[in-house]
């Protein structure tokens, strides 16, 4: 029997026929449909790529001539008006500070070397000049060193111009301590350490016209005081206290006067009445010998048949150096009325 060439599948047919279909016929088909899907992607594509093209096209704005020619003559207008011999001058100007601002790494035995030259200077300064102020001495440090840099500058500029032969400092390091010296000598006397400080004095105006008395440097803080409290800054009185001032506050000095002068006039009889009054006009609080910590406002009502003085004006050193919280100025403000 002889084979067939074609592998094939028979189907039967409503009719009663076969329809042989190969694998071959079927492989063509299937590349067909392929290249179909294909197609249709590639058009679709395409398609897509010529809407965005002309929704960009539609976006371009079209100048007239007229439109034209208008920024031209702009543009034109503008570059006339640019200053630029000034931008060229101003880049010049920008490379010479950039040349100058460029500091001197001098060497370490330079710098030595200079380090001892000033202190030589200034050794024999002090042992020429054992007397005089504290701000003399300094502005005869400033003198001496800018003497010698003076000096120092006017030999290595000679050297750097070839005017001394047998200088220890070559010609090179001669260029590099005349720009030190010369433009960088801040920065090379901070680099060696070297620090005077400034002179400042201080001028007094006495501007105040004649026949006119001196006012008090401080003023309590509130109202005036009436002259019956006769007020003092800066002293604290001692005496037996009438009335505690931990728990009794006053505004002012003033209101704590007329607070003693109230309560000698309600005394009754055999009662201390008070003829010292001590405030804390600080708002830091005020210093005292006690245990107890007063503070802003205390107003003290004391008795003593002769009033005595705690303190005036500063505390002594010595009572400093036995209480360390202690401050150099008192604090406190009293007056003694009469009782």
């Known amino acids: 029997m002889m084979a067939r060439s074609e592998w094939g599948i028979q189907l039967q047919s409503r009719g009663g026929g076969k329809w042989v279909c190969s694998y071959k016929k079927i492989t063509i088909l299937v590349c067909l449909f392929n290249i179909a899907i294909a197609l249709y992607c590639l058009r679709s594509l395409y398609a897509s790529l010529y809407i965005y093209s002309g929704s960009v096209s539609r976006n371009i704005v079209v100048y007239k001539p007229d439109q034209i020619r ?20 101003v880049k010049e100007l920008e490379g010479e500070f950039s040349i100058q601002n460029t500091e001197v790494e001098l060497p370490q035995h330079l710098k030595q070397k200079i380090i001892d030259e000033v202190l030589q200077r200034l050794v024999s300064l002090n042992s020429r000049s054992n007397n005089g102020s504290h701000s003399q001495g300094i502005a005869m440090e400033r003198d001496a060193v800018e003497n010698w840099r003076k000096e120092k500058l006017e030999e290595v500029k000679l050297v750097s111009a070839g005017g001394i032969s047998n200088s220890t400092i070559s010609h090179e390091e001669a260029g590099m301590l005349v720009k030190a010296l010369e433009s960088d000598w801040a920065v090379l006397a901070e680099e060696i350490g070297l620090w005077i400080p400034v002179e400042v004095v201080n001028v007094e105006h006495n501007d105040k016209p004649d026949g006119v008395e001196d006012l008090e440097e401080e003023v309590l803080p509130g109202r005036a005081l009436p002259p019956e409290c006769k007020p003092e800054l800066h002293t604290d009185y001692d005496g037996s206290a009438v009335r505690w001032g931990l728990t009794h506050h006053k505004d002012s000095a003033a209101d704590c006067c007329q607070a003693c002068l109230d309560h000698a006039k309600r005394a009754k009889e055999g009662e201390k009445k008070c003829n010292i009054w001590v405030y804390c006009p600080s708002e830091f609080g005020c210093h005292s010998p006690d245990i107890y910590q007063h503070k802003h406002m205390e107003c003290w009502l004391k008795y003593a048949e002769k009033p005595k003085l705690n303190f005036k004006d500063r505390y002594p050193e010595w009572y400093r150096n036995s209480r360390p919280s202690a401050p150099v100025i008192v604090p406190w403000a009293s007056g003694v009325v009469a009782a």
């Open 70 to 89: 208008k920024m031209e003559e702009s543009n034109r207008i503008r570059t006339s008006y640019k200053p630029v011999k000034l931008m060229k001058l």
